[in-house]
T-cell receptor, first 111, second 113 residues
Framework: RKEVEQDPGPFNVPEGATVAFNCTYSNSASQSFFWYRQDCRKEPKLLMSVYSSGNEDGRFTAQLNRASQYISLLIRDSKLSDSATYLCVVFMDTGRRALTFGSGTRLQVQP | DAGVIQSPRHEVTEMGQEVTLRCKPISGHNSLFWYRQTMMRGLELLIYFNNNVPIDDSGMPEDRFSAKMPNASFSTLKIQPSEPRDSAVYFC???????????FGSGTRLTVV
């Protein structure tokens, strides 16, 4: 079983739509959680951290459910520029002690 | 700040040849990571260094792969001999903390024919 699992998509949505991505992680020892964004043929970049209480950054909302080992990302009012792959990322303070990346969910926002 | 600098950006080589990928981390960052990205396996951690010391190399596929960090401003990932299945994008990242704030380089797209 992969440590971090995501639906690969693609999610094709019209501009202005709300879209949600989910991610599950297998190791309950995971301590830190993030969403990264990767544009086509570019490097991953940090989008936002994910906190237990949930957090929001403009049109983006991230939530964490430790009991279910589940992370989500909600994007409201989608823009064409949101088209990218969104990577779910966890850090475990045991074992490898480095960020572990999911394979990503591809989003395509259409005009 | 110039960010994490990787070279070359693209490398095409024949099977059996030696390949060396290079990385210059952000000044002041004490952790450096090598990741490999493929369509099939996503982004996989190969090895990472903390204060120039290799900490975990369990992700290195086999003995054909080796990595060094001779000083705080330079690291190499070497593949010898290269094989077609090594074709991937290799990313280097650096950070101040192990659990946050990784900055990635632009990657090296390796094709082994």
């Amino acid at each position: 079983r992969k440590e971090v699992e995501q639906d690969p998509g693609p999610f094709n949505v019209p501009e202005g739509a709300t879209v949600a991505f989910n991610c599950t992680y297998s190791n309950s020892a995971s301590q830190s959680f993030f969403w990264y964004r990767q544009d086509c043929r570019k490097e991953p970049k940090l989008l936002m951290s994910v906190y237990s209480s949930g957090n929001e950054d403009g049109r983006f909302t991230a939530q964490l459910n430790r009991a279910s080992q589940y992370i989500s990302l909600l994007i409201r009012d989608s823009k064409l520029s949101d088209s990218a792959t969104y990577l779910c990322v966890v850090f475990m303070d045991t074992g490898r002690r480095a960020l572990t990346f999911g394979s990503g969910t591809r989003l395509q926002v259409q005009p | 700040d110039a960010g994490v600098i990787q070279s070359p950006r693209h490398e095409v080589t024949e099977m059996g040849q030696e390949v060396t990928l290079r990385c210059k981390p952000i000044s002041g960052h004490n952790s450096l990571f090598w990741y490999r990205q493929t369509m099939m396996r996503g982004l996989e951690l190969l090895i990472y260094f903390n204060n120039n010391v290799p900490i975990d190399d369990s992700g290195m596929p086999e003995d054909r792969f080796s990595a060094k960090m001779p000083n705080a401003s330079f690291s190499t990932l070497k593949i010898q001999p290269s094989e077609p299945r090594d074709s991937a994008v290799y990313f280097c990242a650096s950070s101040l903390l192990l659990n946050y704030g990784y900055t990635f380089g632009s990657g090296t797209r390796l094709t082994v024919v």
